[in-house]
């Protein structure tokens, strides 16, 4: 019996029967139970599957049980898929080339409506097609992993279904993502300061050059252009994420104007090429005022040296802004959200703060989040920091651990370099190319070799100016353990040794 709405999304009120005696189970209860076992695939009633979205909430304000039933049909289909997920033995994925997957789906846009049954089958549908990055076998991105509570939070905000701009329409969640922040300030060893979650690391890097725009030409917001007396010059190292590079193109400085400084044979910034390039664009007139350092290189996980590059930025008063961890930006006032007459304070309005000027920083740090993606890894109530911190060096000690064992097999595989993240770059050797020294020849074979789809292990692979392809690992899932990491190294033999390279 449904009393107080918090009943387990499987119990459901006994179906009313028409027909038959009390007691027992007509056809449609029949199907019902079935559909309520928890057994097989999950299964709409007849009388539910066959309703169209206008017979259920908010359309029909009878349609309680079977908006409930239609909804729990689509969380078992969840559910089943977390179970999927964290199976070793499904495949990561059912490779299949556009074509044929436009084949097995029904994309058209219909100009009739679906019954539920069907939205259900899609829901299916969808999810078998899926890449299943919380996979233990996926390592081919940073947010790869499936944490449950997190899962059940995403939940939760969708049905909540609010903005975030101010706290009247979002109490619970202004105050939260207050007191998340705050924590990440003092993790940085900040006492004050301001900060707002941003939807990822392009739109953080984003804001951080517009915020340290606006610190340097604070009439750009009503003048433009005829504020800036010369050519504003952006730096970041020539292992930056190609979002930095793209700031410098919709922002109007043109991508000549944002300068790759190199960087030393494991990725980080080279500081004294950094002043030689600002020197060189002062000099002829330009204006140097922002600088990118990274905290994690995207690729090889490389981590600029911010103290070196920290005394640059000081010496030609550039901002400077770390590509890595935390968030700020500058008011646009919309008077219609944001009156200053609230009967709360209306600093808990944040929505105003999409762009926002951190002037209180003198010569200007902006450090950036990579959140909402990763928000999981801000430091949560489900694990506490201390939680945060464990997963962190579980992950670091697997990582350690995939290093000592590619060491081990040095006929398979050669490690490009000394890791300092999560991420674990390499080659593996096919037959034909082991017992070969290892050089710059070889690794343009390597470079050329097939990848493999065969669905149970994905890897990233790339090439970078220095290097042919190679493959990316990264460990940031909390299901891996040391078994996935030898099981991922002996499948890649398994697919790989045969492989001929030309
Ligand atoms: C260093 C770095 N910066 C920025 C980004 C972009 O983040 P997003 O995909 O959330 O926009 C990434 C993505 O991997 C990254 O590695």
């Known amino acids: 019996m449904i009393s107080n709405g918090r009943v387990p999304v499987t119990a459901f009120n006994p179906p009313t029967f028409k027909g038959g005696k009390e007691g027992e189970i007509g056809a449609e209860g029949g ?12 299964k709409l009633t007849s009388a539910v599957g066959n309703l169209y979205y206008d017979s259920i909430l908010p359309y029909r304000e009878d349609a309680n049980t079977q908006t409930r039933e239609f909804l729990a049909r689509v969380v078992d289909v969840l559910l089943d898929y977390v179970q999927q997920v964290n199976d070793r033995n499904e495949k990561i994925l059912e490779f299949k080339m556009p074509e044929e997957m436009m084949k097995v789906l029904d994309l058209e846009l219909h100009e009739e409506p679906l019954p539920l049954r069907q939205l259900l089958e899609d829901c299916k549908m969808t999810l078998k097609n899926q890449v299943k990055t919380g996979h233990p076998h996926f390592f081919n991105q940073l947010s790869c992993g499936l944490d449950i509570i997190s899962l059940a939070g995403e939940w939760l905000t969708a049905a909540a279904n609010t903005n975030m701009f101010t706290y009247e329409i979002a109490p619970v969640f202004i105050l939260m993502e207050n007191v998340v922040l705050q924590k990440m300030r003092s993790m940085i060893g900040w006492k004050t300061g301001d900060s707002i979650l941003a939807p990822g690391g392009s739109v953080s890097n984003l804001y951080a050059f517009l915020a340290a725009r606006h610190h340097k030409f604070p009439q750009y917001k009503e003048k433009g252009l005829t504020s ?26 043109g991508t000549d104007y944002c300068v790759c400084v190199p960087s030393d044979e494991r990725g980080k910034m080279i500081p004294t090429e950094l002043e030689r390039l600002v020197r060189y664009h002062k000099d002829r007139g330009n204006v140097p005022f922002f600088v990118n350092a990274t905290s994690g290189t995207t690729v090889l996980g490389a981590f600029d040296p911010l103290t070196e590059i920290a005394d640059i930025c000081q010496k030609y008063d550039m901002w400077m802004h770390v590509d890595g961890i935390l968030l700020s930006c500058n008011a646009m006032s919309a008077e219609y959200l ?3 007459d609230k009967i709360y304070d ?3 309005d944040t929505g105003d703060k999409c762009v926002l000027v951190l002037s209180f920083l003198g010569v200007a740090w902006c450090i950036v989040t990579n959140t909402v993606a990763r928000c999981r890894e801000v430091p949560g109530k489900s694990g506490g920091t201390s939680g945060f911190e464990r997963l962190m060096d579980r992950l670091m000690e697997l990582s350690e651990y995939m290093v ?19 991420n674990v770059s390499f080659w593996y050797l096919p037959r034909q190319l082991r017992g070969i020294p290892h050089d710059k020849h070889k690794e343009l074979k390597l470079g050329k070799g097939k990848m493999m789809q065969a669905g149970t292990i994905m890897v990233g692979y790339q090439p970078d100016d220095r290097h042919p392809n190679y493959f990316r690992n990264i460990i940031s899932s909390a299901a891996v353990t040391e078994k ?15 492989i001929i390279v030309d």
């Not at 800036?228 to 410098?248: E, N």
């Not at 081990?408 to 993240?421: G, I, N, S, V």
């Open 31 to 42: 199907e019902r139970m079935a559909a309520l076992s928890g057994q097989g695939t999950p």
């Open 346 to 348: 209306p600093r808990y």
């Open 228 to 253: 800036i007396p010369g050519h504003l010059v952006m730096f970041t190292s020539d292992q930056c994420h190609y979002s930095v590079k793209s700031c410098a193109s919709v922002c109007g400085l």
């Open 404 to 422: 000592r064992r590619i060491r081990e097999q040095p006929d398979k595989f050669h490690l490009l370099l000394e890791p300092e993240m999560v």
């Open 484 to 498: 996935d990491v030898d099981f991922l190294l002996a499948e890649m033999d398994r697919l790989g040794q045969d």
């Open 338 to 340: 944001f009156m200053t």
